[in-house]
């Protein structure tokens, strides 16, 4: 575990915390509006490993050759031409700073980060992150890398040591794929409705990136369920139909092992340490998919939904609201999510995969998207 220091002073300005991989929707816009919660659970940390926040250059000052070079292989509109290396923690793990709401960087209702950090240690002064909750945005706050120093804690204790994927597999449940969505300025749990997980989009659309470069150009196939619901609209409107197809599977820990006939594995990354699930045994030449753990948990062992009460009364609303069994509308891929995956996938420089890149500003909002 670590604790970060401003570089200034060496002041304390975080509470202990456990490196773990930056979710899938870190960087997820959400709606119109929308009330999102915190994106980092209390106690770790992530790292951004590109730069992020202003200032921004567009593709046209950056060119593809300098793109390239900082693992981006097909147009965007814009590149961060911040620092790399932001760490984004739980806003209830900060300490010893002071908030500069002047800074909202042209926010709408709460902050975000078009003005820069909004945050100072309290001890120096020095600008030290950027707090962000706006509506449609994960709440967070991201450390400046080059604001804060990070220190080892010496007794880490026994919940530094990641989970095994048993273990893991016994203590989490995995992430619903329907949650209460709340908008903004409305009081937590009123005037909700029920959506699909944010999570969810987020995280398909990481993976739907990633089976697009496995499909070769070539129709793709995923198990019936909630696995066709979520990916088989999109792969059919990106990909041809027809023969020959690559089939994808569920695999990972707790399922049966796949079958030599899989072409691609949908398999699970640790949310400890980032590491994706691979097979025992004897190497398999199916390409693997990651997907976010949560989310493939709940794929390849779906949970039954909440019991409706048998006795006792409950207001018509509340009943709705509350035992609702899922979405009033078909599963939509975070587009932004999907995007920013895939223009960093090597296999975007193929002429079929860039078409669809080039093409995806102005698919209109249908199958899968």
């Known amino acids: 575990m670590f604790v970060f220091v401003c570089a200034e002073c060496g002041a304390e300005l975080t509470d202990p915390l456990s490196h773990v991989p930056l979710p899938a929707h870190a960087h997820q816009m959400y709606g119109n509006g929308?009330?999102?919660?915190?994106l980092m659970e209390s106690g770790t940390f992530a790292v951004e490993p590109e730069p992020?926040?202003?200032?921004?250059r567009t593709w046209e000052e950056i060119g593809p050759e300098e793109a390239a070079a900082r693992g981006v292989h097909a147009p965007v509109h814009a590149l961060s031409d911040g620092a790399p290396g932001a760490i984004v923690i739980a806003p209830g793990d900060v300490r010893g700073t002071l908030l500069i709401p002047e800074k909202r960087g042209g926010a709408c209702c709460g902050l975000a980060?078009?003005?820069?950090?909004?945050?100072?240690c309290e001890t120096c002064g020095l600008l030290v992150a950027t707090r962000i909750d706006d509506c449609s945005l994960w709440q967070a706050v991201w450390l400046a890398p080059y604001a804060v120093h990070r220190l080892p804690v010496d007794d880490a204790g026994p919940d530094a040591v990641p989970l095994s994927w048993e273990k893991l597999m016994e203590k989490d449940r995995g992430t619903p794929p329907f949650e209460p969505i709340t908008p903004w300025g409305e009081r937590l749990g009123s005037h909700r409705h029920w959506s699909w997980s944010p999570q969810w989009e987020a995280a398909a659309g990481q993976a739907l990136a990633h089976l697009l470069a496995a499909s070769e150009g070539q129709p793709v196939t995923v198990p019936n369920g909630l696995v066709e619901e979520v990916f088989q609209p999109a792969l059919d409107a990106l990909l041809p139909a027809g023969p020959p197809e690559r089939r994808a599977v569920l695999a990972g820990p707790g399922l049966p092992a796949p079958d030599a006939g899989a072409d691609i594995l949908l398999v699970p990354v640790h949310p400890q340490t980032g590491r994706t699930w691979t097979p025992a045994g004897p190497a398999t030449s199916a390409y693997p998919v990651p997907l976010t753990f949560g989310v493939w948990r709940w794929m390849a062992f779906p949970q039954p939904p909440l019991p409706v009460p048998t006795?006792?009364?409950v207001a018509d609303d509340v009943l709705d609201d509350l035992f609702s069994p899922r979405a009033p509308h078909p599963f939509q891929v975070d587009r932004g999510t999907f995007r920013r995956t895939l223009v960093r996938l090597p296999a975007v420089r193929g002429p079929w995969l860039r078409e669809i890149v080039d093409n995806l500003a102005q698919r209109p909002v249908t199958g899968g998207f």
């Open 34 to 38: 929308t009330q999102l919660p915190v």
């Open 52 to 56: 992020w926040g202003p200032p921004w």
């Open 113 to 120: 980060q078009g003005d820069g950090p909004n945050m100072a």
């Open 311 to 313: 006795s006792g009364r």
